[in-house]
């Protein structure tokens, strides 16, 4: 029961009727799906109702990821619908992506009837067992009165909490039986009691230990997005003076423009902001989960930091690296709280940690080693250059979903974020064919927005038919279709790990063009262009910007050799991390390769007034590992 529901009083209704009466009760207005056999019952009332539009999408997979998208720009869930069987069985990736991001989805599936159960009848699947290990929890419905609070508990347990997904899985013979509905529903959650405010005594131990820190770094993830809670970062950052670095599922949570601002951390994150984790003596942790891309190898990480960890997952806290202070709790209300602590201590004469040095070194690594990228040797258009462009003209206004890949860790680097709930990727599960519909889901959800779909030429032959649904649902995203030809990903780790031995990775979109992408997305009714020169890239994207009443494609063919960098190769320390050739190498030219750079004898020549000038070092081209 959500507060403010209206009390309804009890009728007469099918269960169908009541999955209908409860969607609209619950507020939701958008529901992404196919009917079929199992599921039918419910798609003759929704044809009535004047408050829930369906979205025929064309593809279950397609259902879950729009679903997604939504729910990662409105903040509140997205509904998935789908037949038994396979239906069903089509939304377990992107419900399982859903889960590791911690994304609030609600999937409603049909089943056969309770008498088929078990007698593996035609399109029957235990849905619920199949997707019990990748969703936070399911239902399988056993009575039509049960509907309403069911389906209400579903919404509750996917937003409250750490969000996540939830199944309901309701037998045909319930659907179509004759039950009461009435409203609000009283909750039977036992042992359901999410934890959202922190302890009062953790606040104070932390507050205590980033006064004292000298090296502290806020390390931001995607909850606190999901908390609200970027004004109260912002205003945490500027209090203390301590540096931001925010994950991929964090970007926009902190502005990219903000002086304490790093940058990405991680595997392929800038080298001020994997430094700033490795070499600081604390790490204020919030709302992210010590993920291995951020890590890179686990013994290795950060060695000389406490941690603070904020989470309202408590499972979270500890699971992959001790800490020092956990704190279980939403993080806009730990914020609230530490600012109100931080505040106190220094109205009763407490003092901000000195951090003059460790910025100098900060800000060193940041203006040496910016994220850069070179031109292609064989002329051909650089896919860097073409997200760069895009970013600029879309500006932060924009939202960009990311398909996953090369391309996505290029939109992650070269767009610069401003606001929350403005980037939306496949992070935990590295979902492809996530972007495009994804970003139809976001245009659902914010149908004033701009929504760019950033995606390669393999994730984009995934799930492409969804530009169908888009163009006959009126929601016209624009597509940013990064084509060079391969699976860049996978062929930049074969260039790197496996003597440039190409196996199973050219998809003959260059050479063969098969498909046409053009063809194709005129074919699936998007207005659609082919860029292959840098000069023709800013005015097809102001083209495109200008058109709204329909999906826009363009085809940009990019080079095939393009790298991402800097890199933390996957079994390494972020200690290891390599450099592109236009960046210049972290070492003295009187320094070994093998001896890292000193912070703390750094900071002291800093402080001495011996700081080196960025123009000290000589420019020099470098590709391998060099030591932070």
């Given at each position: 029961?959500?507060?403010?529901?209206?009390?309804?009083?009890?009728?007469?209704?099918?269960?169908?009727?009541?999955?209908?009466?409860?969607?609209?009760?619950?507020?939701?207005?958008?529901?992404?799906?196919?009917?079929?056999?199992?599921?039918?019952?419910?798609?003759?009332?929704?044809?009535?109702?004047?408050?829930?539009?369906?979205?025929?999408?064309?593809?279950?997979?397609?259902?879950?990821?729009?679903?997604?998208?939504?729910?990662?720009?409105?903040?509140?869930?997205?509904?998935?619908?789908?037949?038994?069987?396979?239906?069903?069985?089509?939304?377990?990736?992107?419900?399982?992506?859903?889960?590791?991001?911690?994304?609030?989805?609600?999937?409603?599936?049909?089943?056969?009837?309770?008498?088929?159960?078990?007698?593996?009848?035609?399109?029957?699947?235990?849905?619920?067992?199949?997707?019990?290990?990748?969703?936070?929890?399911?239902?399988?419905?056993?009575?039509?009165?049960?509907?309403?609070?069911?389906?209400?508990?579903?919404?509750?347990?996917?937003?409250?909490?750490?969000?996540?997904?939830?199944?309901?899985?309701?037998?045909?013979?319930?659907?179509?039986?004759?039950?009461?509905?009435?409203?609000?529903?009283?909750?039977?959650?036992?042992?359901?009691?999410?934890?959202?405010?922190?302890?009062?005594?953790?606040?104070?131990?932390?507050?205590?230990?980033?006064?004292?820190?000298?090296?502290?770094?806020?390390?931001?993830?995607?909850?606190?997005?999901?908390?609200?809670?970027?004004?109260?970062?912002?205003?945490?950052?500027?209090?203390?003076?301590?540096?931001?670095?925010?994950?991929?599922?964090?970007?926009?949570?902190?502005?990219?423009?903000?002086?304490?601002?790093?940058?990405?951390?991680?595997?392929?994150?800038?080298?001020?902001?994997?430094?700033?984790?490795?070499?600081?003596?604390?790490l204020i942790t919030l709302g992210a989960r010590f993920d291995d891309r951020v890590t890179g190898r686990l013994d290795s990480f950060a060695p000389d930091?406490?941690?603070?960890?904020?989470?309202?997952?408590?499972?979270?806290?500890?699971?992959?690296?001790?800490?020092?202070?956990?704190?279980?709790?939403?993080?806009?209300?730990?914020?609230?709280?530490l600012l109100e602590a931080l505040r106190a201590e220094l109205a009763t004469g407490g003092t901000k940690p000195n951090l003059t040095a460790w910025m100098?070194?900060?800000?060193?690594?940041?203006?040496?080693?910016?994220?850069?990228?070179?031109?292609?040797?064989?002329?051909?258009?650089?896919?860097?250059?073409?997200?760069?462009?895009?970013?600029?003209?879309?500006?932060?206004?924009?939202?960009?979903?990311?398909?996953?890949?090369?391309?996505?860790?290029?939109?992650?680097?070269?767009?610069?974020?401003?606001?929350?709930?403005?980037?939306?990727?496949?992070?935990?599960?590295?979902?492809?064919?996530?972007?495009?519909?994804?970003?139809?889901?976001?245009?659902?959800?914010?149908?004033?927005?701009?929504?760019?779909?950033?995606?390669?030429?393999?994730?984009?032959?995934?799930?492409?038919?969804?530009?169908?649904?888009?163009?006959?649902?009126?929601?016209?995203?624009?597509?940013?279709?990064?084509?060079?030809?391969?699976?860049?990903?996978?062929?930049?780790?074969?260039?790197?790990?496996?003597?440039?031995?190409?196996?199973?990775?050219?998809?003959?979109?260059?050479?063969?063009?098969?498909?046409?992408?053009?063809?194709?997305?005129?074919?699936?009714?998007?207005?659609?262009?082919?860029?292959?020169?840098?000069?023709?890239?800013?005015?097809?994207?102001?083209?495109?910007?200008?058109?709204?009443?329909?999906?826009?494609?363009?085809?940009?063919?990019?080079?095939?050799?393009?790298?991402?960098?800097?890199?933390?190769?996957?079994?390494?320390?972020?200690?290891?991390?390599?450099?592109?050739?236009?960046?210049?190498?972290?070492?003295?030219?009187?320094?070994?390769?093998?001896?890292?750079?000193?912070?703390?004898?750094?900071?002291?020549?800093?402080?001495?007034?011996?700081?080196?000038?960025?123009?000290?070092?000589?420019?020099?081209?470098?590709?391998?590992?060099?030591?932070?």
């Amino acid at each position: 029961m959500r507060s403010g529901d209206a009390v309804v009083a009890p009728e007469r209704v099918t269960g169908a009727q009541s999955v209908v009466r409860t969607l609209e009760e619950l507020g939701v207005d958008t529901v992404f799906g196919i009917p079929g056999g199992a599921v039918l019952p419910v798609y003759d009332p929704l044809l009535d109702s004047e408050k829930v539009r369906h979205v025929l999408v064309r593809h279950e997979q397609g259902a879950g990821h729009a679903a997604t998208g939504y729910a990662q720009v409105a903040g509140r869930a997205g509904v998935m619908m789908a037949t038994s069987g396979p239906g069903a069985t089509n939304l377990v990736t992107p419900l399982a992506d859903a889960q590791m991001d911690s994304v609030p989805v609600v999937a409603i599936t049909g089943q056969v009837g309770r008498a088929l159960i078990g007698t593996d009848g035609f399109q029957e699947a235990d849905i619920s067992g199949i997707t019990m290990p990748v969703t936070k929890h399911n239902f399988l419905v056993s009575s039509a009165a049960d509907i309403p609070r069911v389906i209400a508990e579903a919404f509750y347990i996917a937003e409250s909490g750490r969000p996540g997904a939830v199944l309901v899985d309701i037998p045909k013979d319930i659907l179509q039986a004759q039950t009461t509905f009435s409203w609000p529903p009283q909750f039977d959650l036992p042992g359901y009691r999410p934890v959202t405010r922190p302890h009062g005594k953790q606040i104070r131990e932390a507050a205590r230990l980033i006064q004292q820190a000298k090296q502290p770094v806020l390390y931001v993830g995607g909850g606190v997005i999901k908390a609200e809670a970027s004004p109260e970062l912002l205003e945490l950052a500027e209090l203390t003076g301590i540096p931001v670095v925010t994950t991929l599922m964090a970007r926009g949570a902190f502005p990219d423009s903000h002086e304490l601002h790093m940058g990405m951390p991680g595997m392929h994150g800038a080298v001020g902001a994997v430094a700033a984790l490795q070499r600081a003596d604390l790490l204020i942790t919030l709302g992210a989960r010590f993920d291995d891309r951020v890590t890179g190898r686990l013994d290795s990480f950060a060695p000389d930091a406490k941690v603070i960890h904020a989470d309202i997952d408590p499972a979270e806290i500890g699971k992959n690296r001790d800490v020092d202070v956990p704190i279980v709790g939403d993080v806009q209300a730990v914020l609230v709280d530490l600012l109100e602590a931080l505040r106190a201590e220094l109205a009763t004469g407490g003092t901000k940690p000195n951090l003059t040095a460790w910025m100098a070194y900060l800000d060193d690594l940041r203006a040496t080693y910016p994220l850069s990228y070179d031109g292609q040797s064989d002329g051909s258009l650089s896919p860097e250059f073409v997200i760069e462009e895009l970013g600029k003209a879309a500006g932060p206004d924009a939202v960009y979903v990311a398909g996953v890949g090369q391309h996505q860790m290029w939109a992650a680097q070269f767009v610069k974020y401003e606001k929350p709930r403005s980037w939306l990727n496949s992070g935990g599960l590295g979902t492809m064919g996530y972007s495009v519909p994804a970003a139809m889901g976001a245009k659902a959800a914010a149908p004033d927005k701009e929504v760019w779909a950033i995606d390669g030429d393999g994730c984009f032959q995934m799930t492409n038919q969804e530009l169908a649904t888009c163009a006959i649902e009126g929601i016209p995203i624009k597509v940013a279709l990064i084509n060079n030809g391969n699976l860049g990903m996978v062929r930049q780790w074969q260039t790197l790990f496996y003597e440039e031995r190409y196996s199973s990775t050219d998809l003959s979109t260059h050479s063969r063009m098969i498909p046409d992408f053009v063809k194709l997305g005129e074919a699936l009714g998007c207005v659609a262009i082919r860029v292959d020169k840098e000069e023709d890239v800013a005015p097809a994207i102001a083209k495109a910007r200008e058109i709204n009443d329909r999906p826009v494609l363009i085809d940009f063919i990019v080079g095939k050799d393009a790298q991402v960098w800097p890199m933390v190769a996957a079994g390494t320390g972020n200690d290891e991390i390599m450099a592109a050739r236009d960046i210049r190498p972290l070492f003295d030219d009187d320094e070994a390769a093998s001896d890292p750079v000193d912070i703390h004898e750094t900071m002291d020549r800093e402080q001495a007034g011996d700081r080196e000038q960025p123009g000290d070092r000589e420019q020099a081209g470098t590709e391998g590992k060099d030591s932070l």
